[in-house]
């Protein structure tokens, strides 16, 4: 067997192109366009990457945006000032404080101070714990991401055993929260599971999002699986790769995400979609 490729740059593209005729319509319908505030910390060399491709997405999409770059000495008090601000401006729909922060600033509680409704990463406390009682709000971009990538293919869920590698707050634990919501049977892996190859041979859907490159090997995965790499490793040679040993994962796969232009562009695309869907909660 030779997978099938997600085409994951290809979905997301749909689904900006989307944001950006809605955001049209409001302007036609005499509403404002949604607003998003990207706040970056430092000059860590990804988040620099993440960054400059959220505020592209942005202008392309007609989402105003307004950008704090911040340098590495900015205290916390500072920070919380400013989210204060976002917190109540009536203009801005989504806030997004880039991670990692620098160590001296407490990263959970910088993400606690958001507004839960402008939270477009969803990785509040309320969001999260909305999405574990079955009542979704503010969803966190990568695992709805993951899901619209699913849907694409017609995934059923039901009766689907789906094994997640990785168990982080921002893509792992909620992940899992996602496809149990979603009617799956759902396995979370770690760095203290005995035997992750065990689980992942047994699973329908494998999500790895671990970050070690070519931790899941190709010969685990089980014949005609869906597999959806999140992982983004940099080597030594600069090329990005994921978690998965993409071409012996080919070989057994139906359905499979290339690193890059996977989940990457899905997490962006999530991000628009959840500036917008918070303006949408807006009469104006
Ligand atoms: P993290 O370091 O916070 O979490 C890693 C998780 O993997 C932990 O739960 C850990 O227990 C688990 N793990 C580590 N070694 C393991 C092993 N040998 N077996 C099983 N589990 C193991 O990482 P994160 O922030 O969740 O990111 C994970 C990866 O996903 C990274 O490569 C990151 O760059 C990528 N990522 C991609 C996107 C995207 O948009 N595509 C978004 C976020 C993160």
């Known amino acids: 067997m030779t997978a099938n490729i997600i085409d994951g740059k290809k979905i997301a593209a749909d689904i900006r192109e989307n944001i950006r005729l809605q ?10 366009v949604p607003g998003l505030a990207v706040i970056l910390i430092g000059n860590n060399p990804a988040s620099q990457v993440y960054v400059k491709h959220k505020r592209a997405a942005c202008e392309q999409a007609g989402v105003y945006s307004v950008s704090y770059d911040l340098p590495r000495e900015t205290t916390q008090h500072e920070l ?3 989210i204060d601000e976002l917190n109540n401006n009536t203009q801005i729909d989504g806030i997004l404080v880039q991670l990692p922060l620098p160590d001296h600033i407490d990263s959970q509680l910088v993400i606690e101070h958001i507004q839960p409704n402008k939270d477009v990463d969803g990785f509040h406390p309320e969001n999260i714990g909305k999405l574990a009682l079955r009542i979704p709000a503010m ?3 990568t695992p709805y991401g993951v899901m619209h990538l699913l849907d694409s293919i017609g995934e059923t869920y039901k009766g689907r055993h789906a094994v997640i590698v990785g168990a982080s ?12 919501l979603a009617g799956a049977t759902v396995t979370l892996c770690h760095r203290f599971t005995a035997d992750t190859a065990a689980f992942v041979q047994q699973a329908d859907i494998v999500i790895a999002a671990a970050g070690k490159p070519g931790l899941v090997k190709g ?7 869906t597999v959806i790499d999140v992982g983004i490793n940099r080597l030594e040679t600069g090329k990005l790769t994921g978690d998965i040993e993409f071409t012996k994962a080919s070989e057994r796969a139906k359905w499979i995400t290339p690193v890059p232009g996977g989940v990457g562009p899905m997490t962006v695309a999530m991000l628009l979609q959840n500036t917008l869907n918070a303006c949408n909660k807006h009469p104006f």
Not at 219 to 225: L, M, N, Q, T, V
């Open 139 to 141: 969803r966190p971009c």
């Open 80 to 82: 919380l000032t400013i």
């Open 169 to 180: 707050n921002i893509v792992g634990r909620p992940m899992m929260l996602e496809l149990i």
């Open 219 to 225: 010969e685990w995965i089980k014949e005609g699986a």
């Open 23 to 32: 955001v049209n319509e409001r302007i036609k319908r005499g509403k404002r």
